[in-house]
């Protein structure tokens, strides 16, 4: 089956602070997509990221990067040096190699205090 | 471009009622997604449309839901007989043939009381 599993529910970080936010997922399909969104509170859902299961390279964009281990099942998102604004509820998503069926984790929230 | 619009974006309405929510996706999306999201929850899939055949549809999905899309471009959602457990927020995402991101709407909060 497919699942998605953010262990983490809420996390709060002091602003600069670097914050980790992890991502388990089981699936049977050998292709597949993971993606990243974040969900501030006016309630729509914003892309961050995807990767594709045959990419483990890691990605670094600007303050925010992402570890795509394989082997562990995990898909990692780091926030370095953390504003106020990137507070918000952060979902990793699982999706079929159509693109057409999305699995969400529970999301974990995070509170980053001035 | 005005994205994904969604309409109403709250409805309160009593147990037994029908209620129903409408969606615009992104025009020349050809693809049109419907999702429930409950409180501390993620998004959960309900169903797709590809144009306006709807081409998959979840077991949350009961009989009391029909959704249409009738000319491949808005598309609505129906709730017959509404219960308590049908409070949640209803998400509609749309993507074009090719591309892999949804782009979500600011979804349709239903409480239903």
Redesign the interface.
């Known amino acids: 089956a497919q699942k998605v599993t953010q262990a983490q529910t809420e996390i709060s970080v002091v602003e600069k602070e670097d914050v980790t936010l992890d991502c388990v997922y089981e699936t049977r399909d050998t292709t597949y997509y993971l993606f990243w969104y974040k969900q501030p509170p006016s309630g729509e859902l914003v892309f961050l990221i995807r990767r594709n299961s045959f990419d483990e390279q890691n990605e670094i964009s600007g303050r925010y990067s992402w570890n795509f281990q394989k082997s562990t099942s995990s898909f990692n998102f780091t926030i370095t040096a953390s504003q106020v604004v990137d507070s918000a509820v952060y979902f990793c998503a699982l999706s079929d190699p159509n693109f057409n069926k999305f699995y969400f984790g529970s999301g974990t929230k995070l509170n980053v205090k001035p | 471009d005005t994205g994904v619009s969604q309409d109403p974006r709250h409805k309160i309405t009593k147990r037994g009622q029908n209620v129903t929510f409408r969606c615009d996706p992104i025009s020349e999306h050809n693809?049109l997604?419907w999702?429930r999201q409950t409180l501390?929850?993620?998004?959960?899939?309900l169903t797709?449309f590809q144009n306006e055949a709807q081409?998959?549809k979840s077991r949350l999905l009961s009989d009391r839901f029909s959704a249409e899309r009738p000319k491949g471009s808005f598309s609505t959602l129906e709730i017959q007989r509404t219960e308590q457990g049908d409070s949640a927020?209803y998400?509609c995402?749309s993507?074009s043939q090719g591309?892999?991101?949804?782009?979500?709407?600011?979804?349709t909060r239903l409480t239903v009381t």
């Open positions: 693809r997604y999702y501390g929850q993620g998004p959960e899939f797709y081409l998959e927020m998400l995402a993507r591309s892999y991101e949804q782009y979500f709407g600011p979804g």
